[in-house]
Structure formats: structure tokens, C-alpha cells
């Protein structure tokens, strides 16, 4: 269980590190360009996953840490029941906890999620992210392919 736990801190710490680093060298909603397709762009985010609800007067943000921490605490009480089984939804769970905890640090103690990562096409942008959504993601995907593809009744593939 501790080296499950010990990747999601990784996780939090690289997210930590990278947003620490846009608010030092990024200029709020001024696009750096990195290359076609990809912008750094300093954001705040007081809301969820595209900025839903971040306009709704400053109580989302405590909505938001109170959900945070219960699946949070409800992942921890998944890894621990998964340890003999697969090794992919343990995977897919460190990385959604990382994540997790790692724009909870932002709530907490900022208020908002800084976020950076702007991805587009032509005209077209994504909204902006972070490390920590980023690894909620992969961990989604993950968590996906192993109720899909992973037979559990024999623990392998």
C-alpha cells in the first residue's frame, strides 16, 4: 500500500512543482507559446473541471474541498481492498488520489486551482489544466481499461 501511496505524493509534488513555476513565469491569461497546438497560460480556476461552477459566489469552493476529501478517503479504502488483486487499478487510482489531492493543496490553501496547460487547434481551445487533472485523467482511462480489458476472476489479462 505505501508505494501506492508514495506515486500519488510523486504526483502532488510534480503538480506542486509545475504550478509553482507558471505562477512565477507566467503572466496571468497571456498565452506563451510552446508550439502549434500547445500555450502555457496562467489561469485560476474556482471551479471544477471546466470552470464549472466558478462563477457561483465563493461557496463552491468548500463544496469542492468537502468532495475532494471523500473521495479521497473513499480511493485510499479502494487501493487497500484492491492490493491482492490488479496492478492496473491500483495504477489507475494512485494517479485519480494524486490528482486529487493535488488540486485539493490548491483549494485549501490558494482558494482556486492554478491552472496552465492550454492545448487548442486553429480557433478551437480546450479548456485550461494542470498536472493534477491531467494524471485524474490518465487515471480514468486506466481505471476504464481494467474494468474492460483486465480479467479479474484469473488476475491477469
Given at each position: 500500500m505505501f508505494r501506492w501511496l508514495i506515486f500519488s505524493v510523486t504526483i502532488v509534488i510534480l503538480?506542486?512543482?509545475?504550478?509553482?513555476?507558471?505562477?512565477q513565469f507566467l503572466v496571468l491569461h497571456e498565452p506563451k507559446y510552446i508550439y502549434d497546438g500547445l500555450n502555457f497560460t496562467l489561469m485560476y480556476n474556482t471551479g471544477a473541471a471546466f470552470s464549472f461552477l466558478s462563477d457561483a459566489g465563493?461557496?463552491?469552493?468548500?463544496?469542492?474541498?468537502?468532495?475532494?476529501?471523500?473521495?479521497?478517503?473513499i480511493i485510499v479504502i479502494w487501493m487497500y481492498n484492491t492490493l491482492a488483486k490488479s496492478r492496473c487499478l491500483l495504477f489507475a487510482l494512485s494517479f485519480i488520489l494524486g490528482g486529487a489531492l493535488g488540486n485539493l493543496w490548491d483549494?485549501?490553501?490558494?482558494?482556486?486551482?492554478?491552472d496552465f496547460i492550454e492545448v487548442y487547434y486553429e480557433n478551437f481551445y480546450w479548456p485550461a489544466f494542470n498536472i493534477a487533472d491531467s494524471s485524474i485523467t490518465i487515471g480514468a482511462i486506466l481505471l476504464i481499461l481494467d474494468t474492460l480489458l483486465i480479467d479479474h476472476t484469473q488476475n491477469r489479462l
Open positions: 503538480d506542486q512543482i509545475t504550478k509553482f513555476f507558471a505562477v465563493g461557496w463552491q469552493r468548500w463544496f469542492f474541498i468537502g468532495v475532494s476529501c471523500l473521495v479521497s478517503i483549494r485549501l490553501t490558494l482558494g482556486y486551482v492554478v
